[in-house]
């Protein structure tokens, strides 16, 4: 058997026994092992793991590339078949099969040993020659030199080309997932060719050469297309996040030690290979490309927590601090001083630094949102505080900087949270009708829980002194209105309870009396520093309305509803003497009470009497006028006009003009005169 072997550009006869086949050269049986369809992930579980991995480059790039990648394989296979046309010389060709991939396969399995008339070797049957034993560097002069041919070159050598890049890229994904020495030498070649593009390159645009025509020149794209594989490639090698709980993070520290004791170790085995082949910066940015994609796409995780992000940016500093240490002892070589480079691994700290704040400003955010939630029991201080320095701590056991920058973002995010709190009670407050009175109770309870937890935090972390202004002014605001709008609350429901309380035998007012009490006891049980003043404040406000009640249903009543009245205020002044007294314990003493005496003024039988029972109710309330008097006697309906008179003119004897404002409970209180006194005159 004859067959003709290819040794460079020159043919050889070769003659072999009958039967026996021409053996295959070395590279076409290394080719035969190893191929770069698992690289490329056809049909493969590879094709699934980086589909879902790659995930470095922009979509955009993503799609762009696929357009040009489909518009190069049009081309190849119209190009492809051409050329074939061309090497035939009228010979039958295999049947051109439907992918340009495999055009192009067809065209390396033709024999290249036939010769011209004039002994030469067609330049197309060198250049397959050259791609086929893996002499890239020689092929691109080749193709080049037939592209600058004539009229046909141009179309040749862009199929050319791509056939070169095909072949290139399979001999880098036999090197990746081979034995890579065995092919260092077209490993080299690619080295080679991809600096001869670079070269060629600049010689294009330093001529005359249109800039369009450059930027679409095929070469150009060789080292994106690199890039891109070997990230895709490199990706896919990463062990997969398995946790049927993401928030898991033991799980979390175990696959990171896996990335730190295999994947790492893997990388920087290939490393000697590729920087022989000249092509080290390419695969070290490839290989820190494809670790800080994927960190990234660890850390964006929805279910992703703080302290998750902490484990990732903990574990990616103490690989910075074996690389730096490294960089300051160039003799020794750091097991991973290619795969985490300095500037790649500080790249992946700020990136996971970033994340880590935004991780924990979002969940103090939500945490402070959950324990001040109108609509909920406030918590204690002591559980908010752990909330926002539990992460600072965690934090401090990595690094002291990180700790302080957590601890800023923290602070930061409670001025937010206060801040939208405040908008938030503002709305509650415009809301049609009086919200409940336990609601406005709740809100001032965690305004002072907040001010309490602030100060708190200010002696612990370290507050500017902006943010504590800021803080206790929205605090202070914030108080001030939801008092006003709690007391304008309370003032119209006992208003409305006591309206009719006189008349009726339930009106009422007993209830709200024992809701304002549960409601106090509740809001007191934190001992807040408001609370004795708020509660005096509504005292005064339930007294004045039923004063105001008292004297304006007296001058309107029977006989017999006089009756009932001094029988009510008997039962009222127990309840009301209970109720604060629960509620303020010792303090309830110096509590204004109109009632006790008013009751002991009425009581009293005879006119004498009646003068000396006035004496402390004109002491303790200067304010009373002449026709809160007249009320007050109307409700003591046996009282002569002569006797009226004598308590009038006692009244008139021993009032004095209040020298304070203390006690002024009276002042606010309308009474309307008779139209015709009892003693004819118009004052009472």
């Known amino acids: 058997m004859k067959a003709e072997v290819c040794q460079g550009a020159l043919c050889v006869d070769t003659v072999f026994p009958a039967g026996q ?50 518009k190069r394989r049009g081309k190849l296979k119209t190009m492809a078949g051409k050329l074939l046309k061309a090497v035939a010389r009228g010979k039958e060709i295999v049947e051109e099969k439907a992918g340009g991939e495999d055009v192009a396969r067809s065209l390396l399995k033709m024999e290249t040993s036939r ?52 072949r290139m890229w399979t001999v880098v994904g036999e090197a990746l997932s081979g034995n890579g020495r065995m092919f260092l030498e077209p490993l080299q070649s690619v080295g080679e060719s991809l600096k001869w593009e670079k070269q060629k ?55 990171l030690s896996q990335l730190e004791t295999t994947f790492l170790p893997s990388l920087e085995q290939r490393s000697d290979v590729f920087k022989e082949a000249g092509l080290l910066v390419t695969y070290a940015c490839c290989c820190h490309a494809s670790l800080s994609s994927h960190l990234s796409t660890l850390t964006d995780s929805n279910h992703f927590s703080f302290s998750q992000c902490l484990s990732v940016y903990e574990w990616s500093l103490k690989m910075h601090k074996s690389g730096s240490e490294t960089c300051l002892n160039p003799r020794q070589i750091s097991q991973h001083s290619l795969s985490l480079g300095v500037q790649c691994l ?34 204690a201080d002591a559980a908010v505080i752990q909330i926002l320095t539990e992460k600072t701590e965690a934090a401090w056991h990595v690094s002291e900087s990180l700790s302080e920058r957590v601890e800023a973002v923290c602070l930061e995010e409670c001025l937010r949270f206060l801040e939208s ?32 937890v602030w ?16 803080v206790n ?12 709008h709690f007391l304008q609350t309370v003032t119209s429901k006992v208003k409305g309870t ?66 009932r009245i001094a029988s009510k205020m008997e039962e009222d002044h127990r309840m009301l003497q209970t109720v604060f007294e629960e509620c303020l314990g010792p303090a309830a003493g110096p509590l204004k009470d109109p009632i006790k005496p008013i009751l002991e003024l009425i009581q009293t039988s005879d006119v004498e009497g009646m003068k000396i029972a006035l004496l402390p109710i004109l002491k303790e309330f200067p304010d009373l006028r002449k026709e809160h008097l007249s009320a007050v006697l109307d409700i003591k309906g046996s009282l002569s006009r002569e006797d009226r008179a004598a308590l009038l003119k006692a009244f008139h004897d021993n009032s004095r003009e209040s020298e304070t404002e203390a006690n002024l409970l009276f002042a606010d209180i309308e009474v309307k005169p008779r139209k015709y006194g009892l003693c004819g005159c118009l004052c009472c």
């Open 473 to 484: 002014g929205l605090l202070d605001r914030m108080e001030d209105e939801v008092t006003e």
């Open 498 to 563: 006591l309206k009719e309380h006189f008349k009726k035998c339930d009106s009422g007012f007993n209830h709200i009396l024992e809701f304002l009490k549960q409601s106090f006891l509740a809001f007191g049980k934190e001992k807040i520093d408001k609370y004795e003043a708020l509660v005096k404040a509504v005292n005064t406000i339930v007294i004045t309305e039923y004063v105001q009640a008292l004297l304006t249903t007296s001058r309107k009543a029977s006989s017999v509803q006089r009756r």
């Open 21 to 70: 086949k021409a053996p295959e050269p070395a590279w076409m049986m290394r080719k035969t092992m190893y191929s770069w369809g698992p690289f490329a992930g056809r049909g493969s579980k590879w094709e699934q793991m980086a589909g879902e991995k790659a995930r470095m480059l922009p979509k955009a790039t993503h799609e762009e590339r696929k357009k040009q990648e489909l």
């Open 346 to 379: 500080m790249w992946i700290i700020l990136k996971t630094e970033e994340k880590l704040l935004a991780f924990a400003r979002a969940e103090v955010g939500k945490a402070l949102k959950e324990a001040f939630d109108i609509g909920k029991p406030p918590c």
């Open 421 to 452: 709190y405040e908008n938030e009670v503002r709305s509650f407050l415009q809301l049609d009708g009086c919200p409940e009175i336990c609601s406005s109770l709740r809100i001032l309870q965690n305004c002072c829980i907040f001010r309490t």
């Open 455 to 470: 100060c708190k935090l200010t002696y612990i972390c370290s507050a500017s002194t902006g943010q504590d202004v800021k």
């Open 115 to 166: 010769k011209r008339a004039g002994g030469e070797m067609p330049a197309e049957e060198t250049i397959c020659g050259f791609i086929e034993q893996g002499k890239f560097f020689e092929a691109c002069d080749y193709i080049y030199d037939l592209e600058h041919s004539g009229k046909d070159g141009m179309e040749k050598s862009e199929s050319l080309y791509m056939l070169l890049a095909e």
């Open 201 to 255: 390159e600049a010689e294009l645009l330093g001529s005359s050469q249109e800039t369009k025509s450059v930027s679409t020149w095929s070469p150009n794209f060789w080292r994106k297309d690199l890039e891109e594989k070997l990230i895709q490639y490199l990706t896919a090698q990463i062990p997969m996040f398995c946790s049927s709980d993401n928030t898991d993070e033991d799980a979390l520290k175990q696959h």
